[in-house]
């Protein structure tokens, strides 16, 4: 039975138990947020390592949300210009092109972080701009070049018509060079014509950074935006076409799709999103292709930090990024008259091991004990282990030196059992999260619950609260008025909470109040 309160008002701080209201036990709440695994700098390559961690300290966040975004990054990076043949024989391709989100509270420092991973791609960007403009001014010059000569032979043809002139006049109509082309990494904001644009100039593919991904989710369910999402769902494989036709302008063929995504995102944003998909036009597998989707927990406390960041493991890393995006696929890779995009295989050590790997993963998919959305996501780790494996083995690559040539031939003799090895540690604490993810997509009421009981019971909440009272903390989980208001209708349900009804005045309502059941004081440490 629900508690209220009707027709009283209640000064702050006043406690209905002192005019001799007893008060019910209060009822648990049942934590809604399974344990996830922690991301460890033993399952990063080297080269990543303390550019990382150093962020994450520098930030104090989870190390969980810089791995995820230069993970990702990475993956855009190499994009489609090599695949991974993850069987010994059998021509399946997979591109290891990756999408992947943070989840965390409006505070929870995603921005900052993504912004910092970002920066090696930015800068390649600053670089690729500085390059087309040099090229731009150069193709300008030669232009006017070419015509005036062009004028001086029409000229000289008035006077007479020579085999001479009429070679050299189609020489120069014959040597019109290319207009230069932009090279670009990443994209924020853009109409999927403006995409494909930039794709047919940019094959290798690009990634599309958010920094908050509801925003682009929630386009996509948009009425007259099917096509985009279609698009969307297209370009996670990698190696397709796509056709664009709108009615007044003119048709886009794009050759080759290949987008990887990243951003942040509320839990409350990805639960709406979650809702509003599967009341609509039902499951699409859109989610799922998140694979590099993490929800860690919060830092439990927060540690002053203020110092230089590590110039080399920064220098280290910001290497590998110029030398991933500038490196030939020919030289670690091979083609086959059937299929242009260069390959690598597993070593034949490594190949037993990705073997054993898979078969289980089918066993277990088979197996019929998971959840079916949970099932959909893991079915697409079959492409993800031989991707991050790849990635993985590039990075290590690209870390090299000519001093490390003994190496760098080992390199190319096939993916290594090392980077196999990280990859299916690396997707075991992936499983972590999909799992904490979708069992907490469909109950933001309850998680939002469980935070706000943790703090009555740590006593951080006044007695007589309202929602508004709530939002202004900026709690985790609590910073979203729809959210804050299904939690205190479970605590009342609870009997952790007492509604009171505001009296009936003129003019504008008076916002709800709720007295706090001082049982629930220390509940989770008594209990």
Known sequence: MTNIVRNVDIPNGFDL?????????????????????????????????????????????????PVAAAVTLLSGLIGSRIGIRPKRYDDWLVMPNLWGFIVGSPSAMKTPVINDVSKPIKKLEIGADDSYNLACKDFAVAAELRKIETDNIKKEMKQGVTDERTDKLKALMNDDDAEPIKKRYLANDATIEKIGVILNENSAGITILRDELSGLMASWERSGHEQDKAFFLEAWNGNGTFQVDRIGRASLFIKKLCLSVFGGIQPSKLAGYFKDAMNGTG?????????????????????????????????????????????????????????????????????????????SLENTLRSGELPPLLEEHLGKYRSLVPSLALIFHLVEYASLTANDSTIIDKCKQGVSTDALNKAIQFTKYLESHAKRIYSSMGDSGQQAAYQLSKKIADEKVDNNFTVRDVQRKGWHLLTDNGAISEAVKVLVSANWLTEIEPQITVGRPAAIQYCINPKTKQFYENT
């Open 17 to 65: 138990n002192s005019c001799g209201q007893e008060s019910e036990t209060p009822q648990p709440i049942g934590k809604p947020l399974s344990d996830v695994a922690k991301m460890t700098p033993d399952i990063l390559p080297k080269a990543l390592c303390g550019w990382l961690v150093d962020i994450a300290e520098s930030k104090q966040v989870p190390l969980d949300f």
């Open 283 to 359: 499951n699409d597998g859109m989610l799922q292709r998140f694979q590099i989707a993490v929800y860690p927990d919060q830092l439990p406390t927060y540690k002053y930090t203020d110092q230089y960041a590590d110039a080399r493991a920064r220098a280290e890393a910001y290497r590998v990024f110029e030398q991933l995006a500038a490196f030939n696929p020919m030289d670690l890779a091979c083609v086959d008259e059937y299929e242009e995009i260069p390959y690598m295989r597993f070593t034949e050590e490594a190949q037993p091991i990705f073997r054993s790997w898979l078969e």
